[in-house]
């Protein structure tokens, strides 16, 4: 019997993949034989991912701020120059702005808006005929949708 748990031949992208929880998503998904392509705003922090989990397998870069329409179609396009297929999409970018409710700006809200909600509506969606490619009858492509404490359980912030 094999390992159910290889993902070998599989491609992933994994927003948000510069650091925290998206680092952490990366390593799992290469130590189980995925190629994985992570995209973020800050191109330093990619460079950086990149340098450490390419030991654990083919790892990319690409670069986009997902919280614009531009942004999440510079990444669709790069992706589409470099594979054929996505076997699973992360959406683990986020933002957070942190102000009292009577303080909170409306550009707080729509950069909050724009990448957590917006920008994965719009990102999965230009996704879906790379899923499409890379899904099977018996073996589905996915989506992730990475969320938050926050959503749970509000900071105690006012």
């Known amino acids: 019997m094999t390992d159910p748990f290889r993902l070998d031949g599989k491609v992933a992208v994994v927003t948000g993949g510069g650091r925290g929880i ?10 189980a034989g995925a190629t994985v392509y992570l995209s973020s705003r800050k191109k330093a922090e990619l460079d950086a991912a990149v340098a450490e989990l390419s030991v654990h397998g083919p790892v990319q ?11 999440v ?23 957070a702005w942190g102000a009292p409710l009577d303080e909170f700006p409306e550009s707080g809200f729509d950069k909050v808006f724009d990448v957590n909600v917006k920008g994965v509506f719009l990102l999965t969606r230009a996704l879906v005929p790379m899923l499409t490619a890379g899904a099977t009858d018996d073996d589905p492509a996915r989506v992730i949708n990475t969320g938050s404490i926050d959503g749970i359980v509000p900071p105690g912030r006012g």
């Open 22 to 31: 998206g680092v952490m998503i990366a390593r799992g998904l290469l130590q």
């Open 73 to 95: 179609q510079a990444l669709v396009t790069d992706l589409a120059e470099r594979t054929d297929a996505v076997h699973a999409l992360f959406n683990n970018a986020g933002a």
């Open 61 to 71: 870069a690409i670069p986009a701020d997902l919280g614009t329409v531009d942004g």
